[in-house]
T-cell receptor, first 113, second 111 residues
Framework: DGGITQSPKYLFRKEGQNVTLSCEQNLNHDAMYWYRQDPGQGLRLIYYSQIVNDFQKGDIAEGYSVSREKKESFPLTVTSAQKNPTAFYLC????????????FGQGTRLTVV | QKEVEQNSGPLSVPEGAIASLNCTYSDRGSQSFFWYRQYSGKSPELIMFIYSNGDKEDGRFTAQLNKASQYVSLLIRDSQPSDSATYLCAVKEPGANNLFFGTGTRLTVIP
């Protein structure tokens, strides 16, 4: 089945650790995105990528890093510099051209312990 | 800074009533508008999209767009308890590929 797969579903991180969230899609979409959602809040854009080997900062990129070595994959690393990383992280993808919607993965819930 | 604004609610309607959800956006050049539904703890799923001024209907859902007023709305007719969720408005500017989301409106349909 075509879709977007995020893993893991739940992730626990100790303070000071870096963790990497996985996002893989087989929809042949060019564009991929990472959003953060805090309880009762909307989605805030962390990073997005429109083509392989290129990505742009979103509104809240500090403390995060990404890579786009393959069209299918867009992993997000939450670094120790991110002071409040506990949140629900959503990966999405879309066609690069046209008025097309974004499709979302199931999300990763990250908790700092 | 792009802005997409929604009333956070909560909005409560009785079962069978019409629920009206509203969204305003700041970039007059915006051309694509999307409504997503998000159940608690789940990822957003697309309900409708609209590109042209006027109304677009799909089953019990109607999206309305007024570009002059920079306003987009979602009407849900014959509301059901299963419609209880947070509804997110999203806007895409021309030439951009990232969606700007509002904070969402939480809807509760009371049986």
């Amino acid at each position: 089945d075509g879709g977007i797969t995020q893993s893991p579903k739940y992730l626990f991180r100790k303070e000071g650790q870096n963790v990497t969230l996985s996002c893989e899609q087989n929809l042949n979409h060019d564009a991929m995105y990472w959003y953060r959602q805090d309880p009762g809040q909307g989605l805030r854009l962390i990073y997005y990528s429109q083509i392989v080997n290129d990505f742009q900062k979103g509104d809240i990129a500090e403390g995060y890093s990404v890579s786009r070595e393959k069209k299918e994959s867009f992993p997000l690393t939450v670094t120790s510099a991110q002071k409040n990383p506990t949140a629900f992280y959503l990966c999405a993808s879309s066609m690069r051209q046209g008025n097309t919607e974004a499709f979302f993965g199931q999300g990763t819930r990250l908790t700092v312990v | 800074q792009k802005e997409v604004e929604q009333n956070s609610g909560p909005l409560s309607v009785p079962e069978g009533a019409i629920a009206s959800l509203n969204c305003t956006y700041s970039d007059r050049g915006s051309q694509s508008f999307f409504w997503y539904r998000q159940y608690s703890g789940k990822s957003p799923e697309l309900i409708m999209f609209i590109y042209s001024n006027g109304d677009k209907e799909d089953g019990r859902f109607t999206a309305q767009l007024n570009k002059a007023s920079q306003y987009v709305s979602l009407l849900i007719r014959d509301s059901q308890p299963s419609d209880s969720a947070t509804y997110l408005c999203a806007v895409k500017e021309p030439g951009a590929n990232n969606l700007f989301f509002g904070t969402g409106t939480r809807l509760t349909v009371i049986p």
